[in-house]
Structures are given as C-alpha cells and as structure tokens.
C-alpha cells in the first residue's frame, strides 16, 4: 500500500531572491555545486524553489467524477507539476485492503504513503486523495515519485475476484486521462506495476492482473490503436 519514502521528503524552501541569484548570478550558483549549470538546469532550479506555487482550488480534482478525498499531507510532498518534475508514468497498485481501508490508511500522517488515486471494486468509484500536481510518497523511489501518477486498485494480488470488469474499465478511463494532460505514450514502458519499479521489492498489482486486456481498454479508452 504505496511505500514508505522519507528519503523523499525535501523542502520546497526558497525565497524571492533566489531566481536571481541561479539565473542572473548563474555563475556563482555554478561555484557552489562544483561545476557550471546549463540554461536547462538553472531553469528548473527556478521552478523547484523560487517560483510561484500553480493556483488550486480546494477539493478541485484532476479526473472528472472522481471524489475529492485527501490523504494526509504528511504522506505526499506539495509541487507544481509539471513545470517542477515532468509526468512521464503512471504506477499500477493493489493496496491488499479494502477501499475503504486504503483510504483510512492515506489519511493517517503516521503511514508515510499515500496514492493520488484509488479505485474501488465493486463500482469503479475513483477517490482522488493527492492532487496530480503534488509527489506522492507512493512508488517507494524518489525518481519515480517526482516522475509518475500512482493509482491504488482494491483487493489483495492473490484474490482475482477485486478484478472486476467495472474497475478495469474505470481504471483505464483514469489512466487515458492522465496519459492525455501529460502526454505520456499509451504503452508498458510508461503504464507500470509496483513491482517493476527499479529497486523496490513489491507484488503489487500481482500475478492475476491482465495487463494485455487492461492495456487493450487504456488504448481504448485514450482512442490509440
């Protein structure tokens, strides 16, 4: 049920002063790290620390139908992608709980994980708990944390009958969404599970996910043979 990620947790700190300093004082900047930045680099220093946070409204969601329903922010870290960390994946998970669990769980701060989705079952109902513009502690690997959406799927990996058609269907209309706002390619390079996330050790979706009729409904779904 995501991952514990603490080495993820770093401050978004920075004050007024501080595009000035990496941009017009670029050189200085260069000092500091042992070595010059590109205009690329600088940029996105820019971003990640000195820029202004991109207007949200509360309870807003990304993915039309879905209920607002937020985890703790002890277990996400506030951003503004994708102008401070490109959205490139999307990670598929099973939390080994229930629906309603998974989301008690998100919204405890003690947990140090959460999603920025869950689907549930029996219906497909989709509970938005993290805005897509934050990181969610959720993939237990910084790189992807910063780069992916992780979305959390009812049931246990070792009971296919979670695996209904409603939630597969569901799931892959949020997917086709999500793939369209950030342009991500339709494909199992960027579509993953928990478990083949580099260096972490997880099951999750587990052995009983379809991936061929899942991928087949999210080509669907975004309209790409």
Known sequence: MGEHAATDRRSGGGGPGRRRLLIAGGATAAVGVGGFLGRDALERWWWQYGAPAVPRTEGEVEHEGAEWVPASTANYRRA???????????????????????????QDPSHGAAAHYVVRSGDGHVAQMVRELDVAYQAG???????SVGIEHEGWADDPSYLTDTMYESSARLVAGICARYDIPVDREHIVGHNEVPDVVRVCPGPHWDWDRYMAMVRSAAGVS
Do not use: C, K, W
């Not at 992608?81 to 939390?95: A, K, L, S």
């Not at 690997?141 to 780069?147: G, I, L, T, V």
């Open 141 to 147: 690997h910084q790189a992807f944390n910063e780069r």
């Open 80 to 106: 503004s992608r994708p102008r401070d960390y490109g959205v490139d994946r999307v990670v598929i998970h099973m939390p080994e709980a229930t629906y309603d669990i998974t989301l008690r769980v998100f």
